[in-house]
């Protein structure tokens, strides 16, 4: 199935992709208390309670000698969103908590699944937030590995599209915009090692502001006049959210 672009940008050349990092990727998203207004994501104290476990269990899962990295996530920024229409019963990703741990290979998530690192996570999840997703999952795709600096703002962006290998084909259709016009360095597609409601989930990180990365995207005209008319056209949905490394 080949992709549809409206008003195709000819001067954007083709993504800097190389090739995809080896790692397996386990995914935690927790819905706590998610803007139900503006997008701005307000301080709540039990997701503070929440972050704080978080960081400990992370410190510990750091130290396992297949784990790469383990990461956890504030949200800053989190659109309103809608289901897809391809798929009405879907429930719109509003993670104002993520965490990612890395691996050495997918074969070693498993084995992290188990560790009571995992299961004290889990129970401290489940505990407080609405809904939580745990995904494993791979990298197809890759502008470039993303480090996990102190600083910058990080992206989380589920695909829910009607044929993934679609999604996968737009990707390298639009990344070039995203590089050219925000200028993005970095870029993992994570894809689910079984199946998932989403086709993958991009994560990314700009060495900029969250105020600098919203502007560089959503005032430019060919992002209104591209980029969200060639999702639509090719029945995609994107669900971002922008992110603090804790």
């Known amino acids: 199935m080949s992709v549809t672009l409206v008003r195709p940008q000819p001067d954007l050349g083709s993504p800097s992709l190389v090739a995809p990092p080896p790692y397996g990727y386990l995914l935690f998203g927790a819905t706590i208390a998610p803007p139900k207004g503006p997008p701005i994501v ?71 699944g188990a560790t009571p690192g995992v299961h004290a996570m889990r129970t401290v999840l489940h505990g407080s937030a609405s809904h939580v997703k745990e995904l494993q999952a791979r990298c197809v795709k890759a502008i470039a590995d993303v480090e ?50 989403f086709a993958f989930v991009n994560h990314a990180r700009w060495d900029s502001g ?9 005032l430019r005209p060919s992002f209104h006049r591209f980029v969200r008319p060639t999702l639509d056209a090719n029945n995609i949905q994107v669900y971002p959210a922008l992110y603090r490394k804790l």
């Open 210 to 218: 969250v105020l600098s990365v919203a502007a560089h995207q959503f």
């Open 42 to 112: 307000r301080r709540n104290a039990t997701r503070q309670t929440v972050l704080t476990r978080i960081s400990q269990q992370l410190e510990e899962l750091a130290k396992l000698e297949f784990v790469v990295r383990a990461t956890g996530y504030r949200a800053v920024v989190i659109p309103p969103a809608r289901p897809p229409r391809l798929r009405p019963a879907l429930e719109p990703p509003r993670f104002d908590v993520t965490v990612l741990i890395e691996t050495d290979t997918p074969d070693s998530l498993s084995e992290l």
């Open 148 to 197: 996990k600096r102190a600083r910058g703002t990080y992206l989380f962006n589920y695909w829910a599209a009607e044929d993934p290998q679609t999604a996968l084909e737009l990707f390298d259709k639009l990344a070039p915009w995203f590089e050219t016009n925000t200028g993005l360095q970095n870029s993992t597609v994570l894809q689910s090692l079984g199946d998932d409601d």
